[in-house]
């Protein structure tokens, strides 16, 4: 088991999983019937270029490039804005940013351990220039739906608004 672990671990074949993971994300994507719900003005606000902090929970982040790319059929002007991503400096964090960065996400690694003084400013600077900045606000730690303050205080300090948005399926 322990080469088994040292090969997973590989840079090399971390992003080779990384690219298909992202391949199942976008195939699952394109065959899937998705409805998008509720979005009313918000979205609005968003393609307009109003900080926004989207927050959804940790569980929910594969579903995240179904859900802009269900923003930008109802509201076009959402596909100018680069939305930006807070994931995790860890090898984890790393793997999701590499999967769904193939949607044109962009990523910002910290968290309240590692990294978050660097990553606070720099969603400051995002959320200034009008992009938005997705986070999870419990975090892969957890607990699993349960808020840290991170999002309260970001929103504090930038003045966004914190659109919160969900994702679900019927079919597994």
Known sequence: TGQMRKLIRHPAVQAGLARL???????????????????GPALAEVAAGRPVIIAFWHER???????MRL???AEPGVARLTPHVLVS???DGRFIGDAVARFGFRMIYGSSRRGGGQAL???MRILGRGDP???????P???????????????????????????????H
């Open 89 to 91: 400096q860890h090898r």
């Open 121 to 123: 400013l720099e969603m």
């Open 141 to 171: 730690r957890g607990p699993r739906r349960q808020a840290a303050p991170g999002v309260a205080q970001l929103a504090a300090l930038s003045g966004a608004a914190v659109l919160p948005v969900g994702g679900a399926t019927t079919r």
């Open 71 to 73: 923003a930008i059929a």
């Open 133 to 139: 900045i997705a986070i999870t606000p419990d975090g």
């Open 61 to 67: 982040l594969p579903l995240l490039p179904v859900l």
């Open 21 to 39: 993971l992202g391949a199942y994300l976008a195939l699952v994507a394109r065959t899937t019937r998705w409805q998008l719900l509720g979005h």
